[in-house]
């Protein structure tokens, strides 16, 4: 029997594990860690650090493995997203084959929660033969943001809505919500709406130790935060960054 846990590990601070997520990872006699290129390498060192300071055995091996990178070019997103992950599913069959065979327990640490704006159940569910799944919550880059700004996500009795970067730019302001938390925005889609009666609360390397934090009403902050972006961009190579946006 083979078991493929995917363990939340919240946003980079070991501190966010869960006791939950320290047994996972001990459970573990494999955990796989994916090298995303060299602009990426803190968040694999990360990984390798969370596992240094959690694992409390020598039972469990550590295999690394370079992540395809999805062909952004692709006019069809949704079958490039799918071929990307069918890419992957390989590269997770192979090194489960490669280490264990067919039984054991393998783990993957997933930023945030597995459950939200992350793949790895899908994929998951695309390894041939498939195996047991367990996930494990962890603390998410939305409850990360929203403590660094102490910041109540919903108003009282009123919704919320998580969308992505793309659809915000692409169909402008949800209806039937005044609250909405963006996600995977790799071009700051608030530019596009009308910044009149609009706040925002942006985070970066949430939980890292280089987290940036910008507030405030989006005409005078978005400009400020766009330009702390680049700069952070150019630094790491990489930035990582959500935020939530409130209309009066």
């Known amino acids: 029997m083979l ?10 601070d070991p501190r966010q594990l ?10 573990a006699d494999l955990i796989l860690i994916p090298r995303k290129g060299i602009a990426k390498s803190d968040l694999a060192e990360l990984r390798r650090a969370i596992c240094a300071q959690a694992l409390s055995n020598d039972r469990t091996r550590i295999a690394e493995f370079d992540l395809p990178v999805r062909d952004a070019g692709v006019e069809d997103y949704r079958k490039g997203v799918d071929d990307w992950h069918d890419a992957i599913a390989a590269i997770w069959s192979q090194e489960i084959t490669r280490h264990l065979g067919g039984e054991g327990r393998v783990a993957l640490l997933i930023w945030g929660d597995p459950s939200l704006y992350d793949s790895s159940l899908r994929i998951a569910q695309r390894l ?27 108003e009282i009795g009123e919704p919320f809505l998580v969308t992505t970067g793309r659809r915000l730019r692409e169909g402008g302001w949800p209806a039937g ?12 889609a608030f530019q596009a709406l009308d910044p009149e009666g609009l706040k925002i609360w942006w985070g970066a390397y949430l939980g890292m130790p280089d987290q940036i934090l910008m507030a405030g009403d989006l005409a005078e ?14 630094q790491h190579g990489w930035i990582m960054d959500c935020y939530v946006l409130k209309r009066a």
Do not use: F, K, W, Y
């Open 3 to 12: 078991t493929l846990s995917l363990i939340g590990i919240g946003c980079g």
């Open 18 to 27: 869960t006791l939950a997520a320290i047994a996972a990872i001990n459970d």
């Open 128 to 154: 041939d033969p498939r195996p047991s799944i367990e996930m494990i919550p962890g603390i998410t880059s939305i409850q990360a943001l929203c403590t660094a700004h102490a910041l109540p996500l919903n």
């Open 177 to 188: 919500v005044d609250t909405i938390v963006v996600m995977l925005d790799g071009g700051a």
């Open 221 to 234: 902050t978005g400009p400020r935060i766009v330009a702390a972006r680049q700069e952070a961009r150019a």
